[in-house]
């Protein structure tokens, strides 16, 4: 046994403030709270249902991980969020179709007290949507301080000792990193001066780190993945993740790659095409939306195969990535994947799949776990990019010098490592040796 960290307990109400509160953040919210009423069951959450191995595999040690690590109760999570639609969360969870009016009945008056402040908005960011409750401020700067306001309200109001921010909202216009995302006084006076460089998702985590609050960001967009962000980070002692949700089609991906690469199995092509019909679809029917997107799911499978390592199996790889919004199919979204494989003396096989998955139902579980592990991240003392979080996020943030890890396998045992870590325990290689000695 290693030393533990000191890790604050989770004591008093831990406040969730969502900028977006669509498809994803009411399916979560509602979840949530039919979970703690004994009324559903959390499947797909690691947090709640997932176990961890100490020890040796003869010692039969296998809590919980909710019983080994000290994470806040469901419970005690209050929530909060921005939109540009007023509506508050049970009539946005029925705008958005994903939860049946049966599931939404039973906390319906629960659902209702959750009123979206105005969001900070933009339609030269994200060109597909437009809604009433916006903010108004002469400069983006302005804007983050009447965030921070807002944070500073929910936190009185609701009486929670703690808060963390994920981000629910839509995926952003393509952004590359400039000269004024390096520095905090660079990205300051760039808000003050409303550069074209400052996103409103920008702006939201810019307030949520000044205020003290964790940010999580569950879309690809560039956000906290720059310089000046995680340097504010640092210098708070908060810690960061991010990003976009892995949930459908990457999340195959980063499960059959593996596989392949295991088996030295090659690849000539991985064609990936999506229909889906909500919100999400809409703003990804925008082609710089789009570019946002397709970077993220692009780039798993490259880092996963290591072509450079592998040029005779991986070297030539043909990958294409399309998404189509079809809106009769709502959130239930249809991925297909054709994959041209060859095997011994370069004999061509194929693989197909036909993922029918509904994509706020994959990511709520997964909201809730980054909610859980950002806070408990934040009582254990850790700051700046949480790379351990990888697991659930398709482009996930790593250290400038190094290369993400996306397959997510390692993603999970890195993940249950660091939890063993925390707690002092040995962390587990696999090695086995110690059986036979």
């Known amino acids: 046994m290693k030393d533990k960290i ?65 994470l806040a109760e469901l419970g005690d999570l209050v929530f909060g969020a921005w939109d540009i639609f007023p509506d508050n ?5 029925l705008k958005a179709g994903v939860l049946r009016k049966e599931h939404l009945d039973p906390i319906k008056e629960e659902l209702e007290k959750i009123k979206p402040s105005p969001a900070v908005f933009d339609r030269n ?4 949507l437009d809604g009433p409750n916006k903010k108004k401020g002469a400069t983006k700067y302005d804007l983050a301080l009447q965030l921070m306001d807002d944070i500073k309200r929910f936190k009185e109001e609701n009486q929670v000792n703690r808060l963390v921010m994920i981000w629910c909202a839509s995926t952003e216009i393509f952004m590359k990193p400039d000269p004024v995302h390096q520095t905090i006084d660079s990205l300051e006076k760039a808000m003050k001066e409303n550069h074209p460089a400052i996103s409103p998702s920008m702006i939201y985590a810019y307030a949520a780190l000044q205020s003290g609050v964790p940010f999580v960001n569950g879309a690809p967009n560039l956000t906290v993945d720059i310089p000046a962000m995680v340097e504010l980070a640092k210098q708070q ?45 809409e703003v990804l029917d925008d082609p710089e939306s789009f570019k946002t997107k397709e970077e993220s799911k692009l ?53 197909k799949i036909d993922f029918l998955c509904r994509d706020s ?5 997964i909201v809730l776990d980054l909610v859980l592990f950002i806070d408990l991240a934040q009582r254990a003392g ?3 990019i949480q790379e351990w979080l990888s697991f659930y996020f398709k482009s996930p943030m790593c250290a400038p010098e190094l290369y993400p890890e996306h397959d997510l396998f390692i993603q999970l045992m890195k993940l249950k490592n660091t939890l063993r870590y925390m707690k002092g325990e040995e962390l587990i290689t696999h090695l086995g040796l110690e059986y036979y000695d």
């Open 299 to 351: 780039g798993s499978l490259e880092y996963i195969l290591q072509p450079d390592v592998y040029p005779e199996l991986y070297g030539h790889f043909y990958h294409k990535v399309r998404i189509n919004y079809y809106p009769p199919r709502g959130d239930n979204k249809e991925g297909w994947d054709n994959i041209d494989i060859f095997g011994w003396l370069g004999y061509p096989m194929q693989i």
């Open 237 to 281: 002692n908060l810690p960061v993740a991010g990003k976009d949700y892995k949930t459908g089609q990457t999340l195959m991906k980063t499960i059959i790659a593996p596989g392949l690469k295991a088996r030295l199995i090659g690849l000539d092509g991985w064609f990936s095409t999506n229909i889906l019909g909500n919100r999400d679809g």
């Open 6 to 70: 000191e890790i604050k307990k989770p004591e008093g109400k831990l406040g969730v403030l969502l900028p977006g509160l669509g498809a994803v953040a009411t399916t979560f919210i509602a979840g949530t709270m039919l979970v703690r009423r004994g009324l559903g069951q959390p499947f797909g959450s690691l947090t709640q249902m997932g176990t961890i191995r100490l020890g040796k595999r003869t010692e039969k040690r296998v809590p919980r991980i909710k019983d080994f690590v000290e």
């Open 361 to 365: 139902i994959l990511a709520a579980p």
């Open 89 to 93: 969360a049970y009539e946005a969870a």
């Open 125 to 128: 960011y994200v060109k597909k």
């Open 382 to 384: 850790f700051r700046g």
